[in-house]
Each structure stands twice: as structure tokens, then as C-alpha cells.
């Protein structure tokens, strides 16, 4: 079936350091991407999105990396922060989703002070 | 600006009950998706709506029924409740063209007795 990233690590990181999140994504014909962060209660907040013209993409601490030709996602966040702890997820869409996000089975992120 | 908002917030039924779920998008978004976050089973995208009309289809059985309403607020419907619709339940919401960010609400907490 469909899928993105199916494994769900946990990733423990030192606050102030740097985190980087992983993904693989199943469609080649993926032309979407976005990345959410969901803690607990509450549904996924927006990060930041890539299209697939892109390889890279910056917003305020975070970076989105795209590697299409091994289908690699990879979210880079910069000196981690206790609030930065939730699960991550990737997603994915395309034309033949028709606008219908498929995402990973997402990674924990715990921050340490 | 406010975000995309979901009633209620929790929802008890039985099992062969029928549940109605509400979203209201954020101002300006025509389009609102609902998704399924079951424990163990990820983010699952049930139905898109956009102008008032189902645009795309998960693959869920046909009792998971919704419509969009004129002011693009929308609902999802449940019929038949099975103890495997247990679940937390997402709508978000995006301009109305391909390949745009999804915002999401907090959810529907869906428990069957």
C-alpha cells in the first residue's frame, strides 16, 4: 500500500543541538512534500512545505532538505528546543493523489536540557 | 486569524450508532480534508471537499460519508459505528488548488463503547 517513512524512531538530542529527521518516501511522483509537527493533544501544525523543483528549503530554524533520487525527505532543526519535543511526520502528495496527503508513520523528537 | 476549528471535542457512542463530526476551515479556504488518526495506524486521509464537492476518496467504507456546506464549513458522518472507528478524527484546510499546504485543527477524539 502507500507509504512514507514507515518506521518510527525516537530521536533524543541534546537541547542546543542540532536535529536532523529523516524520511523515505514511496512516489517517485511525489511533487509535494510537507513537514507537521503533532504534540500530544493536539493536531499537526504546519512547518514548512517543499515542491519538487526545490532540493532545499529554509524557514526560521528549520531546513528541508529533498533528495529525489533516493526518494529522501530530511527535516534540519537548529539549537533544539524543549518546546521542539512532538512527533514529526513527513507527507507526501502528487497529482495522482489528487491533493491527498499521505504521510509517514512519523519520528519522536525528545529534547534533553 | 483563526485556525481551523473542529466540534466537539470529544465524542462518546456505541456501537451501531451514527456520529457527526464538524469543521469550520479558515477564512479563505475552500477546500477541507478529513483524516483518520487510529492508534497504531497513523494518519489515514478519509474525503476531500472543495466548492461543495467530494473531490477525492480514501479507502474507507461507504458509511464514512461527509458533505461541505456553502460556507465550506463541512461534516464528516459516521453510520454503523464499529469499535474499530475508535479514533481521533482531523480536518483541515487549504486554498482550494493542487499542491497547497494543509492546515490542520485539534480533532474529534471518537471513542466506541
Known amino acids: 500500500g502507500e507509504s512514507v517513512g514507515l518506521h518510527l524512531p525516537t530521536l533524543s538530542v541534546q537541547e542546543g543541538d542540532n536535529s536532523i529527521i529523516n524520511c523515505a518516501y514511496s512516489?517517485?511522483?511525489?511533487?509535494?512534500f510537507i513537514w507537521y509537527k503533532q504534540e500530544s493533544g493536539k493536531g499537526p501544525q504546519f512547518i514548512i512545505d517543499?515542491?519538487?523543483?526545490?532540493d532545499k528549503r529554509q524557514g526560521q530554524r528549520v531546513t528541508v532538505l529533498l533528495n529525489k533520487t533516493v526518494k529522501h525527505l530530511s527535516l534540519q532543526i537548529a539549537a533544539t528546543q524543549p518546546g521542539d519535543s512532538a512527533v514529526y511526520f513527513c507527507?507526501?502528495?502528487?497529482?495522482?493523489?489528487?491533493?491527498?496527503?499521505?504521510f509517514g508513520a512519523g519520528t519522536i523528537l525528545r529534547v534533553k536540557s | 486569524e483563526a485556525g481551523v476549528t473542529q466540534s466537539p471535542t470529544h465524542l462518546i457512542k456505541t456501537r451501531g450508532q451514527q456520529a457527526t463530526l464538524r469543521c469550520s476551515p479558515i477564512?479563505?479556504?475552500?477546500?477541507v480534508y478529513w483524516y483518520q488518526q487510529a492508534l497504531g495506524l497513523g494518519l489515514q486521509f478519509l474525503l476531500w471537499?472543495?466548492?461543495?464537492?467530494?473531490?477525492n476518496r480514501g479507502n474507507f467504507p461507504p458509511r464514512f460519508s461527509g458533505r461541505q456546506f456553502p460556507n465550506y464549513s463541512s461534516e464528516l458522518n459516521v453510520n454503523a459505528l464499529e469499535l474499530e472507528d475508535s479514533a481521533l478524527y482531523l480536518c483541515?484546510?487549504?486554498?482550494?488548488?493542487?499542491?497547497?499546504?494543509?492546515?490542520f485543527g485539534d480533532g474529534t477524539r471518537l471513542s466506541i463503547l
Open positions: 483541515a484546510s487549504s486554498l482550494g488548488q493542487l499542491n497547497q499546504p494543509q492546515h
Open positions: 512516489n517517485s511522483a511525489s511533487d509535494y
Open positions: 517543499i515542491r519538487s523543483n526545490m
Open positions: 507527507a507526501e502528495t502528487s497529482m495522482e493523489y489528487g491533493n491527498k496527503l499521505v
Open positions: 477564512s479563505g479556504h475552500t477546500s
Open positions: 471537499y472543495d466548492e461543495g464537492e467530494e473531490r
